[in-house]
DNA sequence: ATCGCGCTCCTTTTT
DNA sequence: GGAGCGCGAT
């Protein structure tokens, strides 16, 4: 239909050399050192195009990406390039959704069903509770998400249960052991798969030799987006699939490694020409995203790192404006300044929402941003954050789907059991449990056969055969390739809606309207694919999140952490909370290699601007319901401050003071020690000299002016501006004049002032 | 078995 | 400031 037309001309017009070097170089190992905003998925998308006009078959391709996000940026610039039929052919997607497609297809070889349930993190902990509740754990240094993130390190370093076990050295780490693998045993026994085992499973499945043959034969060429980010597991996957054919291409920037945390080793990348010796390297260093001050400004930061590859990012972008520093009372001045300010950016400029973002460290930190949007009128969009699915409600719905397709997901099972409330109270589940542990049978297994457990009365035992048949009613969803119809009636019937209709509370109302959302995005999902099943719809409801799915073109302004704005660019950033303890994160053990990890956060943050980046503080901020005094971070002070315009804390101050959450009694404020810091910030004393160079007003008059305005010129006197040329620091208006006629003037020395009103 | 009150912990960051 | 949990009251 859509197959266009591929040419040299296509894929080679409109790259610099190195890019051309990259796109060009298809046979044997190639690693491309990309920095930021340098136009790496331009290459990798030019470069499949290129492995296709060879005539290499696109499902003999395999890209993998990190996020949903980029894997879908990905298939769509590639399918603009060879057709959208072509581009579905390739295997492309994150690593978790295509190695769950394959381990859904070979479950059999490695002990699982085909039918297996995937855990999210929500899913683990409460797994993880219930085993340190049953087994009567009572330790305050075992706490379950503890022991989840644990565990979760443990899966990603690849150390089993028994190594575990091996390198305890006391009760809390027995322990921790003892909980890992009573973990490992539960997911096996509900035939399901948290995040970790998608990758661990697959290594298991690639043990197999006829199964690692044919997918070394199949994926003739391997593409890796953020090789930085990879982990020892998948980093052992995709040596082994590409020992065949060693067509690998690797891309990533060591400066942009943000997943230490989670098992990332930068070590993969920098190994890779030992692990590939005929590699061909190919850096990417010219930035085309931002002006050269927001590069110097990050550059001149990340400097700050001991352990990086030597690189040089250069643009040839203009200059631009300064980046802004704001410092601010509390964090609700500077939510507040912000809205107004992009509010007022919104009338006077020719700038959308969607040209802003805000960036923060943690996703509590968009609370006090939404309520300024709100009250500014602004429409926003927040990506990341308490996720859609993640909801107790669609959880809960979710959970009763779950547990049709997989019967031994014993976790749903316990989740819907009785809810809504059918009389199966605690006591009857644990008996439930005990006969099913005896007889080691699953949960539903014990279910059917309650009438056998003598402990349960006549009554109980009929309620639970009662959930029981309700559930067998509607297996048949399971096997029908059109299940859309039987799905809603199925989910109208487990009543839950009605729950949350007679409730009264306050909540009520946003859940039904979430159970709504869901009903419409099953809707969709069935109806944009055609045959799927509804095992297929758990599956891509497991790994996409909500925010996956929103439209970042719709004009609003995007709040996001840093770690979600990787991979994406903005005209306008705005980066807030820049003070210690917040960004950088925890203000006691810093580790060395913590801090240039939250270094490089913020290097990926100040690299999402293309145009104009603003850097806030707050010296107050609310935190758990208490006010801490902050001090600025010191990354500020790193920044080296030719790049910087200082903006005085005085002028930011909105004028709320009224409002202002802090200006009432500071003796009701509660004080908890290790949260105040004894030294005043030095901020209060040392800006009001830095602001001698700048206008009075905070917003860069700049981005303030616009075609109509009527400004006043020193010299000139009034006049109206006509046409507005160039961005940032080098826009240029032109003016005419009452006195002199029209005159066309650089903004940013011509000390314009903007007037109201007609001459 | 359910409700409601008060207590605690939470806050990294994501698939 | 809010979610989740335990415990005691009904």
Known sequence: MDSKELSDESIFSNLNDKQKEAVNYTEGPLLIIAGAGSGKTKALTHRIANLIHKGV??????????????????????????????????????FHSIFAMILRREANAIGYTNNFTIYDSEDSLSLIRHIIKDNGIKFDEITPQGVRSKISWSKNQ??????????????????????????QKKLIQSNAMDFDDLLLNMIKLLNIPEILEKYQNRYEYILVDEYQDTNKAQYIIINRLAKLHHNICVVGDDAQSIYKWRGAEIRNILDFKNDYPD??????????????????????LIKYNQSQIPKTLWTNNPEGSLIELFTYDSDFDESESIAKKISKLIKSNNYTLNDFAILYRTNAQSLSLEKSFKNNGLKYMILGGVSFYSRKE????????????????????????????????????????????????????????????????????????????????????????????????????????NVYLEMTTDDAEDRLMNIDQLF??????????????????????????????????????????????KGLEFPNVFIVGLEQGLFPLGFTNESPEELEEERRLLYVGITRAEKYLELSHCLRRFKFGDIIISKKSRF?????????????????????????????????IKKKDNFYFDDIPEETKSTKQSTVNNTTNKIPIFLQIKVGDIVNHKLFGLGRVEQLNGIADNKQATVLFKSVGKKKLLIKYAGLEIMKGNF
């Open 158 to 183: 690849m150390i089993s249960v028994a190594d575990f076990a091996k390198s305890a050295v006391n009760d809390v780490t027995r322990t921790t052991a003892f909980i890992y693998g009573e973990y």
């Open 636 to 668: 500020l002070s790193e920044i080296n401050s030719k790049y910087i315009n200082h903006n005085s804390k005085e002028e930011n101050n909105v004028q709320f003071k009224k409002k202002s959450l802090f200006s009432d009694d500071y003796s009701q």
């Open 394 to 497: 669609i959880k809960d719905i979710l959970a009763y789907l779950r547990v049709l397709v997989n019967p031994k997901d014993t976790e749903s099972l316990i989740r819907i059991i009785n809810f809504p409330v059918r009389n199966i109270g605690n006591t009857t589940i644990s008996h439930i449990q005990n006969f099913a542990f005896e007889l080691n049978i699953s949960l539903y297994e014990a279910l059917k056969r309650v009438d056998e457990i003598t402990a349960i009365k006549k009554n109980k035992a009929t309620a639970v055969t009662n959930f029981v048949e309700f559930l067998e009613e509607y297996s048949s969803i399971v096997n029908s390739s059109n299940p859309l119809d039987d799905i809603v009636d199925y989910i109208n019937a487990t009543k839950i809606r």
């Open 279 to 300: 590699v061909k390297i190919v850096r990417l260093e010219q930035n085309y995203r931002s002006t050269k001050n927001i590069i110097g400004g990050a550059d001149s």
């Open 57 to 94: 078959k696109p499902w003999k391709i395999l890209s993998l990406t990190f996020t949903n996000k980029a894997a879908g940026e990905m298939k769509d610039r590639i399918g603009k390039m060879i057709g959208s039929e072509r581009a579905e052919q390739i295997s492309a997607g994150t």
């Open 520 to 565: 419409v995005d099953i809707e969709q999902y069935f109806i944009s694919n055609e045959n799927a099943t509804l095992e297929e719809y758990l599956q891509q409801s497991a790994l996409i999140t909500d925010s996956d799915k929103k439209d970042l073109k719709e004009d609003s302004v995007k709040l996001m952490t840093l770690h979600s704005a």
